[in-house]
Protein backbone atom coordinates (compact mmCIF):
# COMPACT_ATOMS: atom_id res chain seq x y z
CA UNK A 1 0.00 0.00 0.00
CA UNK A 2 1.47 3.46 -0.74
CA UNK A 3 2.04 6.06 1.72
CA UNK A 4 3.46 9.21 1.29
CA UNK A 5 7.19 9.32 1.34
CA UNK A 6 9.24 12.09 3.11
CA UNK A 7 11.13 14.52 0.94
CA UNK A 8 9.33 13.46 -2.32
CA UNK A 9 7.25 14.66 -4.30
CA UNK A 10 3.68 13.36 -5.86
CA UNK A 11 2.10 15.06 -9.32
CA UNK A 12 -1.22 13.73 -8.38
CA UNK A 13 -4.31 13.92 -10.92
CA UNK A 14 -7.58 14.87 -8.80
CA UNK A 15 -9.69 13.98 -12.14
CA UNK A 16 -12.19 16.45 -12.81
CA UNK A 17 -13.57 17.15 -9.55
CA UNK A 18 -15.50 14.15 -8.30
CA UNK A 19 -14.22 12.62 -5.18
CA UNK A 20 -15.13 9.58 -5.99
CA UNK A 21 -12.81 9.87 -9.28
CA UNK A 22 -9.80 9.93 -7.22
CA UNK A 23 -7.80 6.81 -7.46
CA UNK A 24 -6.91 4.70 -4.25
CA UNK A 25 -3.50 5.67 -4.18
CA UNK A 26 -4.42 9.43 -4.73
CA UNK A 27 -6.19 8.94 -1.74
CA UNK A 28 -3.41 7.70 0.28
CA UNK A 29 -1.25 9.89 -0.78
CA UNK A 30 -3.71 13.31 0.81
CA UNK A 31 -4.00 11.67 3.88
CA UNK A 32 -0.47 11.04 4.83
CA UNK A 33 0.86 14.55 3.18
CA UNK A 34 2.75 17.12 4.73
CA UNK A 35 2.08 20.07 2.22
CA UNK A 36 -0.58 20.48 -0.45
CA UNK A 37 0.19 22.23 -3.41
CA UNK A 38 -3.00 22.75 -5.50
CA UNK A 39 -4.97 23.79 -8.56
CA UNK A 40 -7.79 26.27 -7.98
CA UNK A 41 -9.82 23.81 -10.11
CA UNK A 42 -9.70 20.98 -7.19
CA UNK A 43 -12.80 21.65 -4.94
CA UNK A 44 -12.75 21.26 -1.29
CA UNK A 45 -14.50 18.22 -0.92
CA UNK A 46 -11.08 16.90 -2.44
CA UNK A 47 -8.91 18.72 -0.40
CA UNK A 48 -10.58 17.87 3.07
CA UNK A 49 -9.14 14.55 2.33
CA UNK A 50 -5.96 15.92 3.16
CA UNK A 51 -4.54 14.84 6.51
CA UNK A 52 -4.89 17.23 9.61
CA UNK A 53 -1.63 17.60 9.54
CA UNK A 54 -0.64 19.18 5.85
CA UNK A 55 -0.53 22.89 5.34
CA UNK A 56 -2.53 23.49 2.05
CA UNK A 57 -1.60 26.36 -0.16
CA UNK A 58 -3.38 27.45 -3.66
CA UNK A 59 -1.30 27.34 -6.38
CA UNK A 60 -3.89 28.11 -9.05
CA UNK A 61 -3.52 29.95 -11.84
CA UNK A 62 -6.97 30.79 -14.08
CA UNK A 63 -8.13 32.62 -17.47
CA UNK A 64 -5.34 34.73 -17.03
CA UNK A 65 -5.45 35.38 -13.31
CA UNK A 66 -2.10 34.30 -11.58
CA UNK A 67 -1.98 33.87 -7.92
CA UNK A 68 1.75 32.52 -7.74
CA UNK A 69 4.24 32.38 -10.61
CA UNK A 70 5.68 29.17 -12.21
CA UNK A 71 8.71 29.29 -10.89
CA UNK A 72 7.91 30.25 -7.36
CA UNK A 73 5.76 26.80 -7.88
CA UNK A 74 8.87 24.92 -8.41
CA UNK A 75 10.76 26.63 -5.31
CA UNK A 76 7.59 25.81 -2.81
CA UNK A 77 8.20 22.27 -4.09
CA UNK A 78 11.95 22.23 -4.07
CA UNK A 79 11.99 23.66 -0.80
CA UNK A 80 9.17 21.68 0.71
CA UNK A 81 11.08 18.78 0.07
CA UNK A 82 14.21 19.30 1.06
CA UNK A 83 13.11 20.62 4.56
CA UNK A 84 11.25 16.56 5.10
CA UNK A 85 7.72 16.90 3.68
CA UNK A 86 5.80 15.14 1.93
CA UNK A 87 4.66 17.39 -0.55
CA UNK A 88 1.39 16.72 -2.97
CA UNK A 89 1.35 18.83 -6.25
CA UNK A 90 -2.27 18.36 -7.13
CA UNK A 91 -3.64 19.07 -10.37
CA UNK A 92 -7.17 18.93 -12.14
CA UNK A 93 -7.66 16.17 -13.70
CA UNK A 94 -4.75 14.03 -14.99
CA UNK A 95 -1.37 15.93 -14.28
CA UNK A 96 0.38 14.71 -17.51
CA UNK A 97 -2.36 16.15 -20.17
CA UNK A 98 -2.15 20.53 -19.98
CA UNK A 99 -0.93 20.10 -16.39
CA UNK A 100 1.91 21.53 -16.59
CA UNK A 101 3.73 18.18 -15.60
CA UNK A 102 6.62 18.86 -18.43
CA UNK A 103 8.13 21.77 -16.87
CA UNK A 104 7.76 20.87 -12.79
CA UNK A 105 9.60 17.62 -13.51
CA UNK A 106 11.90 19.33 -14.81
CA UNK A 107 12.98 21.44 -11.90
CA UNK A 108 12.69 18.54 -9.83
CA UNK A 109 15.32 16.52 -11.74
CA UNK A 110 17.05 19.74 -12.02
CA UNK A 111 17.09 20.08 -8.48
CA UNK A 112 17.89 16.33 -7.48
CA UNK A 113 14.55 16.15 -5.46
CA UNK A 114 12.52 12.60 -6.04
CA UNK A 115 8.77 12.76 -7.64
CA UNK A 116 6.75 10.54 -8.67
CA UNK A 117 3.53 10.81 -11.28
CA UNK A 118 -0.05 9.58 -10.23
CA UNK A 119 -2.58 9.36 -13.22
CA UNK A 120 -6.12 11.18 -12.64
CA UNK A 121 -9.05 11.35 -14.75
CA UNK A 122 -8.55 13.89 -17.35
CA UNK A 123 -11.79 15.95 -18.41
CA UNK A 124 -12.07 14.13 -21.96
CA UNK A 125 -12.58 10.86 -20.25
CA UNK A 126 -15.46 11.53 -17.87
CA UNK A 127 -16.95 14.40 -20.51
CA UNK A 128 -17.56 11.36 -22.67
CA UNK A 129 -19.04 9.14 -19.59
CA UNK A 130 -21.63 12.11 -18.62
CA UNK A 131 -22.72 12.34 -22.37
CA UNK A 132 -22.81 8.43 -22.65
CA UNK A 133 -20.48 8.73 -25.70
CA UNK A 134 -17.63 7.03 -26.67
CA UNK A 135 -14.89 9.74 -27.87
CA UNK A 136 -13.63 6.59 -30.59
CA UNK A 137 -16.91 4.71 -32.02
CA UNK A 138 -15.23 2.80 -34.66
CA UNK A 139 -18.09 3.27 -36.94
CA UNK A 140 -17.34 7.05 -37.54
CA UNK A 141 -13.98 8.19 -35.76
CA UNK A 142 -10.80 6.37 -36.00
CA UNK A 143 -8.57 9.05 -34.09
CA UNK A 144 -8.62 10.98 -30.68
CA UNK A 145 -7.04 14.33 -31.10
CA UNK A 146 -6.13 16.00 -27.96
CA UNK A 147 -5.87 19.90 -28.16
CA UNK A 148 -5.69 23.63 -26.29
CA UNK A 149 -7.46 26.26 -26.62
CA UNK A 150 -4.28 28.17 -24.66
CA UNK A 151 -0.31 28.10 -25.65
CA UNK A 152 1.87 29.14 -23.84
CA UNK A 153 3.86 32.42 -24.73
CA UNK A 154 5.53 32.62 -27.66
CA UNK A 155 7.39 35.19 -29.95
CA UNK A 156 5.56 34.01 -33.36
CA UNK A 157 1.71 33.21 -32.25
CA UNK A 158 0.12 30.37 -33.35
CA UNK A 159 -3.14 31.72 -35.77
CA UNK A 160 -4.98 28.02 -35.64
CA UNK A 161 -5.23 25.37 -33.23
CA UNK A 162 -4.17 23.15 -35.73
CA UNK A 163 -1.82 23.96 -38.55
CA UNK A 164 -2.74 22.53 -41.49
CA UNK A 165 -6.09 20.28 -42.24
CA UNK A 166 -7.39 18.07 -39.68
CA UNK A 167 -8.87 14.56 -40.43
CA UNK A 168 -12.77 14.57 -40.58
CA UNK A 169 -12.69 11.06 -39.03
CA UNK A 170 -11.80 12.36 -35.38
CA UNK A 171 -12.74 13.55 -32.42
CA UNK A 172 -11.34 16.61 -31.09
CA UNK A 173 -11.12 17.79 -27.38
CA UNK A 174 -10.05 21.20 -27.26
CA UNK A 175 -8.76 22.11 -23.54
CA UNK A 176 -9.51 25.65 -22.59
CA UNK A 177 -11.21 26.72 -25.86
CA UNK A 178 -11.57 29.91 -24.44
CA UNK A 179 -15.01 32.66 -24.57
CA UNK A 180 -14.33 33.23 -28.14
CA UNK A 181 -16.00 30.41 -29.88
CA UNK A 182 -16.50 32.54 -33.12
CA UNK A 183 -12.49 32.57 -32.99
CA UNK A 184 -12.36 28.58 -32.82
CA UNK A 185 -15.05 28.38 -35.23
CA UNK A 186 -12.93 30.22 -37.67
CA UNK A 187 -9.49 28.21 -36.80
CA UNK A 188 -11.65 25.22 -36.97
CA UNK A 189 -13.29 26.15 -40.17
CA UNK A 190 -10.05 26.84 -41.66
CA UNK A 191 -8.50 23.40 -41.00
CA UNK A 192 -11.27 21.52 -43.05
CA UNK A 193 -14.11 20.75 -40.48
CA UNK A 194 -17.14 21.12 -42.61
CA UNK A 195 -19.96 23.47 -41.36
CA UNK A 196 -22.26 20.69 -40.42
CA UNK A 197 -20.27 18.69 -37.81
CA UNK A 198 -21.28 18.14 -34.37
CA UNK A 199 -20.20 20.45 -31.38
CA UNK A 200 -20.39 19.54 -27.73
CA UNK A 201 -19.43 21.93 -24.75
CA UNK A 202 -19.43 20.51 -21.61
CA UNK A 203 -18.84 22.25 -18.41
CA UNK A 204 -18.15 21.40 -14.57
CA UNK A 205 -17.82 17.92 -15.88
CA UNK A 206 -18.52 15.44 -12.93
CA UNK A 207 -19.96 18.40 -11.04
CA UNK A 208 -23.18 18.57 -9.74
CA UNK A 209 -23.08 21.87 -11.95
CA UNK A 210 -22.28 19.76 -14.96
CA UNK A 211 -24.35 20.54 -17.79
CA UNK A 212 -23.64 20.48 -21.88
CA UNK A 213 -24.71 22.62 -25.18
CA UNK A 214 -24.59 21.41 -28.49
CA UNK A 215 -24.42 22.96 -32.27
CA UNK A 216 -23.12 22.55 -35.41
CA UNK A 217 -20.04 24.06 -36.19
CA UNK A 218 -21.71 26.50 -38.14
CA UNK A 219 -23.45 27.92 -35.52
CA UNK A 220 -20.56 27.51 -32.64
CA UNK A 221 -20.53 31.43 -31.58
CA UNK A 222 -24.09 31.43 -30.90
CA UNK A 223 -23.27 28.78 -28.06
CA UNK A 224 -23.22 30.62 -24.37
CA UNK A 225 -20.01 30.60 -22.96
CA UNK A 226 -19.13 30.33 -18.98
CA UNK A 227 -16.62 31.32 -16.82
CA UNK A 228 -16.73 27.93 -15.19
CA UNK A 229 -14.39 25.00 -16.42
CA UNK A 230 -15.04 24.20 -20.04
CA UNK A 231 -14.19 20.89 -22.50
CA UNK A 232 -15.47 21.54 -26.26
CA UNK A 233 -15.49 18.22 -28.04
CA UNK A 234 -16.02 18.40 -32.35
CA UNK A 235 -16.47 15.41 -34.10
CA UNK A 236 -19.58 12.62 -35.85
CA UNK A 237 -19.44 10.61 -32.75
CA UNK A 238 -21.77 13.50 -31.72
CA UNK A 239 -24.48 13.57 -34.13
CA UNK A 240 -26.95 11.70 -31.66
CA UNK A 241 -26.98 14.56 -29.16
CA UNK A 242 -28.34 16.78 -31.93
CA UNK A 243 -30.62 14.15 -33.22
CA UNK A 244 -31.59 12.50 -30.40
CA UNK A 245 -35.14 14.58 -29.93
CA UNK A 246 -35.96 14.76 -33.55
CA UNK A 247 -36.05 10.74 -34.45
CA UNK A 248 -35.95 8.98 -31.16
CA UNK A 249 -37.27 5.68 -32.44
CA UNK A 250 -34.82 4.92 -34.29
CA UNK A 251 -31.75 5.73 -32.07
CA UNK A 252 -33.66 3.68 -29.23
CA UNK A 253 -33.43 0.79 -31.23
CA UNK A 254 -30.16 0.16 -30.88
CA UNK A 255 -28.64 -3.28 -31.45
CA UNK A 256 -27.85 -4.03 -27.53
CA UNK A 257 -31.71 -3.96 -27.30
CA UNK A 258 -32.73 -6.33 -29.89
CA UNK A 259 -30.09 -8.89 -30.01
CA UNK A 260 -29.35 -11.35 -32.88
CA UNK A 261 -30.10 -14.70 -32.77
CA UNK A 262 -25.94 -15.41 -32.76
CA UNK A 263 -25.86 -13.46 -29.47
CA UNK A 264 -28.84 -14.64 -28.29
CA UNK A 265 -27.29 -17.57 -26.35
CA UNK A 266 -24.42 -15.28 -24.97
CA UNK A 267 -27.31 -13.74 -23.25
CA UNK A 268 -29.12 -16.66 -21.76
CA UNK A 269 -25.36 -17.95 -20.03
CA UNK A 270 -24.66 -14.38 -18.44
CA UNK A 271 -28.34 -13.78 -17.15
CA UNK A 272 -28.91 -17.63 -16.05
CA UNK A 273 -28.28 -17.61 -11.81
CA UNK A 274 -24.65 -18.59 -11.61
CA UNK A 275 -25.88 -21.38 -8.64
CA UNK A 276 -27.33 -23.02 -12.06
CA UNK A 277 -24.05 -22.82 -13.79
CA UNK A 278 -21.09 -25.04 -14.09
CA UNK A 279 -17.82 -24.54 -12.05
CA UNK A 280 -16.18 -23.57 -14.88
CA UNK A 281 -18.91 -21.88 -17.97
CA UNK A 282 -17.33 -21.47 -21.32
CA UNK A 283 -19.22 -19.09 -23.63
CA UNK A 284 -17.78 -17.96 -27.01
CA UNK A 285 -13.95 -17.89 -25.35
CA UNK A 286 -15.04 -16.38 -22.45
CA UNK A 287 -14.39 -17.94 -19.06
CA UNK A 288 -16.65 -16.81 -16.22
CA UNK A 289 -15.61 -18.41 -12.48
CA UNK A 290 -18.35 -18.10 -9.92
CA UNK A 291 -16.16 -18.57 -7.32
CA UNK A 292 -14.09 -15.51 -8.17
CA UNK A 293 -17.23 -13.20 -8.23
CA UNK A 294 -17.78 -11.06 -4.82
CA UNK A 295 -20.70 -12.01 -2.40
CA UNK A 296 -23.83 -10.10 -2.23
CA UNK A 297 -24.35 -8.56 0.62
Not at 74 to 89: E, F
Not at 167 to 175: G, H, K, N, W
Not at 237 to 252: M, N, Y
Request: charged letters at 20%; aromatic letters at 4%; glycine letters at 8%.
Amino acid sequence: MTTAEAGKVYLVGAGPGDPDLLTVKAVRLLAGAGVVLHDDLVPQSILNLAGKQALIISVGKRCGRKKITQAAIHDLMIVSARRGQAVIRLKSGDPMVFGRAAEEIDALREAGVPFEVVPGVTAASSAAAFLETSLTDRRVSSRLIVLSGHHAARSVPEPDLWPGTLPTDATLAIYMPGQDLAQVADSLTRSGIPAAMPCVAVTDVSRPAAAYTASRLSDLSHLPTSSAPTLLLVGHVFEALLTRGIDTEQTSRGGALFPSATHRPLLRALLSPLSSRPERSVVEGSAVRPSALPNSS
